[in-house]
């Protein structure tokens, strides 16, 4: 079954695990499969021992840096400029990173989660802003397109950033609204979709179901006449990170405990995904680009716009009561 739907939010960062920018105008698909979202991160550049997530374990040189251990990744601003990447926190001044050149001699090993590869180190001076703002020496990589990242490894599912797998997070202003109403039962103070961090919110059919997101199949839009389409890849599971105050980095419990109060525990139907239970909201997508596409030709979707949703009832996780 096909619907049509409208994009009601867009989000995203240019730096993992920074403050989320939830009210993006629009947003480039490129025709490499990704997007500018989480090109930059911060890398450990010593040996860190945990102290708040996974206490005591040792975190080695190129591991990401994410709010989970270090709250005030939440506080930090980071801007894109032509060229170059703005970066601000409270405290500290602002300063403006050149972007260095996609060589070996600036080559850093990285790793997200399970991936290990490649990122493009940003310099002294962007390491050094980091130490002051984070307090522990760190390094300030970039996306490398002479050694990209490949969705779970396949270059036929396209490129990604720094995200923690794939290029795009979707869910729905219904499924934010249903995590709400629990909220407001529970005695909570509502959150917005900066809590999810997703780079799509969609929106726009009164009555819309909660949590549609995990029965879309594909979504398809027009762009200079070319169809472009995502394509549902993975159930997304939620870490500590949805209780935390998306400006501050604070603890702000509740929401973990409303997901598993609406049912959202679960296991991937995909034993590839692991089978340990999780808390589900929001999906994972990847990128289709039009066969017709030219290199220099990305699509832009805009906030507001209708989109093409093929439904499928058949979940990619399982629930458990």
Known sequence: MIETLQIAALGGTPLKSSHYYADKSSMIVDTLGGTSDREFMFVESEPHTNIRYHKDEVALPGQFLSQREDPRMAQIHALPRLYSLRLAAEGHDTVVIPEESDVEANFRQVSVWGWNGIGV?????????????????????????????????????????????????VTSTASINAVNDQLGKAGKDPVDSARFRPNIVLGGEEGLEP????????????SEGLIWRFLRAKACSRCVIVDRDPDTG??????????????????????????????????????QTPEEARYDQPARIAKGAEVRVRLNDEPNWKQIS
């Open 250 to 287: 604070n603890t702000k419990p509740g929401v973990q405990k409303a997901l598993t109060t609406l049912g959202r525990a679960g296991v991937h139907a995909d034993i590839r995904f692991g089978d340990g239970q999780k808390l589900f909201f929001g999906q994972n997508f990847v990128i």
């Open 121 to 169: 180190d940003q310099g002294d001076e962007a390491a050094e802003w980091g130490r002051e703002v984070i307090g522990r020496p760190v390094r300030l990589v970039k996306t490398s397109l002479a050694r990209p990242r490949y969705v779970e490894g396949n270059r036929d599912l396209g490129i990604v950033g720094f995200s923690d797998g794939y290029p795009l997070l």
């Open 211 to 222: 949590f549609i997101e995990d029965r879309i199949e594909v979504i398809e839009f027009d």
